[in-house]
């Protein structure tokens, strides 16, 4: 039985791509988040994603991505509802 997860997707764009600089240090994909504050607004990774049948592949410069933040339901709290004032 799979645990209920809550999730926030947001817009990205890879700015570049930052080759490999040895044997045992991986490329890497810089990614512009679009929602993030100024400055944390990119974020460096390791360039390689997987498909649902687990062939790998590499993020090109330019491409549109999607950043996906995932937590199970005991790692959240509830957002506090809004209340509106009348004038």
């Not at 700015?15 to 929602?35: C, L, N, W, Y």
């Not at 993020?59 to 009348?86: C, F, M, N």
């Amino acid at each position: 039985m799979s645990e209920k997860k809550r999730r926030k997707r947001m817009r990205g764009r890879v700015a570049k791509v930052i080759p490999s600089q040895g044997t045992t240090d991986p490329e890497r994909a810089e990614i512009e988040v679009h929602e993030a504050e100024p400055l944390y607004r990119e974020v460096r990774v390791e360039n390689e994603v997987t498909d649902e049948d687990g062939n790998t592949a590499r993020l090109k410069p330019g491409a549109q991505v999607d950043i996906v933040i995932e937590a199970t339901d005991d790692a959240t709290t509830s957002k506090p509802t809004e209340t509106k004032h009348r004038h």
